[in-house]
T-cell receptor, first 112, second 115 residues
Framework: LAKTTQPISMDSYEGQEVNITCSHNNIATNDYITWYQQFPSQGPRFIIQGYKTKVTNEVASLFIPADRKSSTLSLPRVSLSDTAVYYCLVGPTMDSSYKLIFGSGTRLLVRP | DVKVTQSSRYLVKRTGEKVFLECVQDMDHENMFWYRQDPGLGLRLIYFSYDVKMKEKGDIPEGYSVSREKKERFSLILESASTNQTSMYLC??????????????FGSGTRLTVV
């Protein structure tokens, strides 16, 4: 499974756009990139997943360059409730034996 | 809305007790997982199961066992609880092979304290 590297923490203010970048230099051809969000005392929640280029849903956008060695989670106009830990994971999600390996995540603090 | 339900949010047990943590999902998912989460160590996989009566060790299975008698239920068992098993325990499930579409669904967690 490809190792991921992401910033330990980030600070932002309400209304700003937040971009969290994840590095995954050893990503394999059949790997997908998935982001999860975790609030204190709750389980992680699936946010978005992509393979290449750009993916957008009602919560976030995911930008993946052509070489796929990194990805950027973009949260538009964050609010205080977006304060959470964000995890980037890489793996072959179509593999029936695939198990999630979590890194340390990025702790995002949104200030008023 | 799909759900993964863990039977207890908070649990306090004594050292040496046998502890059962229950997890039920209502999504007909094949795969189920047990993780523990500790500050500074992140989420670590204890055990997982592909199907009924199937189980596989994760990264830290020592001191734990699991049971999957029905597809919707995956139990984590601490054979003889110890203080170093004080942790947040998280259950998750996923549908195979459509993980690419839906990701994993986690429960809210059980915070276990062993005294």
């Amino acid at each position: 499974l490809a190792k991921t590297t992401q910033p330990i923490s980030m600070d932002s203010y309400e209304g700003q756009e937040v971009n969290i970048t994840c590095s995954h230099n050893n990503i394999a051809t059949n790997d997908y990139i998935t982001w999860y969000q975790q609030f204190p005392s709750q389980g992680p929640r699936f946010i978005i997943q992509g393979y290449k280029t750009k993916v957008t849903n009602e919560v976030a956008s995911l930008f993946i360059p052509a070489d796929r060695k990194s990805s950027t989670l973009s949260l538009p106009r964050v609010s205080l409730s977006d304060t959470a830990v964000y995890y980037c994971l890489v793996g072959p999600t179509m593999d029936s034996s695939y198990k999630l390996i979590f890194g340390s995540g990025t702790r995002l603090l949104v200030r008023p | 809305d799909v759900k993964v339900t863990q039977s207890s949010r908070y649990l306090v047990k004594r050292t040496g007790e046998k502890v059962f943590l229950e997890c039920v999902q209502d999504m007909d998912h094949e795969n189920m997982f047990w993780y523990r989460q500790d500050p500074g160590l992140g989420l670590r996989l204890i055990y997982f199961s592909y199907d009924v009566k199937m189980k596989e060790k994760g990264d830290i299975p020592e001191g734990y066992s699991v049971s999957r008698e029905k597809k919707e239920r995956f139990s984590l068992i601490l054979e003889s609880a110890s203080t170093n098993q004080t942790s947040m325990y998280l259950c998750a499930s996923t549908l195979v092979p459509r993980q690419a579409l839906y990701g994993y669904t986690f429960g809210s967690g059980t915070r276990l304290t062993v005294v």
